[in-house]
């Protein structure tokens, strides 16, 4: 299967991988403290200016993208792989269908931030259980479009064949069905990296999430509301490192169903 990729999505990959080198490209402390610095405005000296304790803000905000991007991929992966397990086993088993399609409806009834909170309250702050929660909450979407997809190749003829010649289950999924959906599957996982990074930020910003010791995008935007009329940089460039490593997710997530799809591939 080959995959050709636009230069927008190249850019997007790019600008995700400079952002994860970005701590040691800038090769500075993000904790460094310097009274004498603070509130000091963007200058050759400091790119991106100072905090109310002249700590350098390009620094932190290089680990804090670093940081971010690490927290999102891990939450990819884990909701990824749950929603995998729990998708194959409702669109494959008949009888199980019924309660996991429930169970996963009643997740997504609840709004993403919600959840988010609630979990993170019964967990506790600390970078593991941001995990945790983010994973449980964005299981159900990758549970539901896989879910569909193995509906689908259930009833192809090669399943079938493979049935009929005695298969196990497992062997079913894992071989004939788990390949075929595999497309769909990287390409979801691009858009949970994207939504697992915006809501790691929110729950930073509202206090229940990474502990705010810990430099992260979320947290030096909650961090900068006091300064916001004097130091407007101060939450200015983590906004925009949020806004950019997004976009350069969906980008690389648009670029993917476009490559990976064969009626949109044949279509260009």
Request: net charge neutral.
């Amino acid at each position: 299967m080959s995959v050709r990729l636009r230069p927008l999505v190249l850019l997007g990959i790019l600008v995700l991988v400079l952002m994860a080198l970005s701590p040691w490209l800038a090769g500075l402390d993000p904790l460094k403290i310097s009274v004498a610095e603070r509130l000091k405005p963007p200058s050759a000296r400091h790119f991106f200016g100072t905090d109310d304790f002249g700590r350098d803000v390009f620094a932190r905000v290089a680990h804090g993208a670093r940081l971010s991007l690490w927290i999102g991929l891990l939450v990819a992966g884990f909701a990824t792989l749950l929603g995998t397990a729990i998708g194959l086993a409702a669109g494959f088993f008949r009888r199980a269908d019924p309660f996991l399609a429930r169970l996963v409806d009643a997740l997504m009834a609840f709004p993403d931030i919600l959840l988010a909170v609630a979990l993170m309250a019964a967990f506790g702050s600390n970078l593991g259980n941001v995990v945790v929660a983010l994973g449980l909450v964005y299981a159900p979407r990758v549970a539901r479009v896989v879910r569909a997809s193995t509906f689908a190749q259930r009833s192809t003829l090669f399943v079938e064949a493979a049935v009929s010649m005695g298969a196990s289950d497992l062997r079913i999924l894992l071989v004939h069905v788990l390949p075929n959906i595999l497309p769909v599957l990287f390409v979801q996982a691009t858009f949970v990296f994207a939504y697992a990074l915006l809501t790691e930020s929110a729950l930073s910003f509202l206090g229940v999430g990474v502990p705010p010791e810990v430099p992260t995008l979320g947290n030096m935007i909650a961090a900068s509301q006091l300064y916001f009329d004097d130091a407007t940089w101060m939450i200015l460039f983590p906004g925009l490192a949020i806004a950019l490593a997004v976009l350069s997710l969906q980008l690389v997530g648009d670029g993917l169903r476009d490559s990976l799809d064969p009626v949109l591939r044949s279509a260009q």
